[in-house]
């Protein structure tokens, strides 16, 4: 089997075109078939508030209203994808520009109400692991952005650290999958203040053990589910880092 790259990138990164660029360069470098998953959250909730709507968040996730799905969709799938594609195309890599209901690709249920209404938030029911695959033997590099459909012509706003890991497991039958799911802190820390504290390692027990201390809690934790998630399903490789420790291989490395 083929060797795959899955690289998710979002929040800080996506400020600082810098930045963005290193990790850029260090994905098209990275030899064979690869996808980029993005984000784009603190651009939508920068036009957002330019357009005097005040963006409402739980738990670091977005509440997507009619409005809020309007913001996201243009700059998730608008300006974020598009400057994206751009810049692989002119490194040298033949990226297309794709969201979760291009071709069907990924198909989502809009989350229940209950308990908390997130509104046009969608979960993922079902990807299309075969029409990615031919675009890949294709030699496209799929840029996916996180808005995906319910199959019935409404788009919907899904988690991006989601994208990837569904993504990833759907492929794992005809290629050695490696994923990457970026943040703004070097890894996992046992403490947030000490970046000495990085955890090279981490497997699914010594995770339960830390986040019933309390030791992690908060926006790590969905990733670090999508993470062990993945390795769970077939996924070979999972990296919890930044852009810094991602390119200088030292990351946190998720195992069973």
Do not use: W
């Not at 509440?63 to 195309?89: E, I, P």
């Not at 908390?116 to 692991?129: E, L, S, T």
């Amino acid at each position: 089997m083929s060797s795959l790259f899955v690289l998710k990138i979002g929040g800080e990164l996506l400020q600082s075109p810098e930045k963005c660029d290193q990790v850029l360069q260090y994905f098209v470098a990275h030899q064979g078939p690869k996808i980029l998953v993005h984000g784009g959250g603190r651009d939508a909730s920068s036009l957002s508030e330019k357009m005097g709507m005040q963006p409402h968040l739980i738990d670091g996730r977005r509440v997507t209203d009619a409005a809020q799905l309007d913001v996201v969709t243009m700059v998730y799938a608008g300006k974020v994808n598009t400057q994206l594609v751009a810049r692989l195309n002119a490194l040298g890599q033949k990226a297309l520009g794709i969201n979760g209901s291009d071709l069907g690709i990924i198909t989502c249920d809009k989350r229940p109400a209950t308990p908390i209404d997130y509104g046009f938030v969608g979960d993922i029911k079902a990807v299309n692991g075969s029409a990615i695959t031919e675009l890949l033997e294709l030699g496209i590099t799929p840029v996916f952005s996180a808005i995906t459909s319910d199959g019935q012509g409404q788009l919907l706003n899904t988690n991006a650290d989601t994208v990837a890991t569904a993504v990833a497991t759907a492929l794992t039958l005809d290629h050695t999958v490696k994923l990457a799911l970026l943040m703004g802190i070097p890894g996992i820390l046992r403490d947030l203040e000490d970046s000495e504290s990085l955890i090279k390692e981490l497997d699914h027990a010594s995770y339960e053990e830390l986040k019933a201390s309390g030791a992690l809690s908060g926006g790590i934790l969905p990733k670090l589910h999508n993470g062990f998630q993945a390795i769970n399903n077939g996924v070979s490789e999972v990296i919890i880092a930044n852009e810094e420790t991602l390119i200088n291989h030292q990351n946190t490395l998720l195992c069973r």
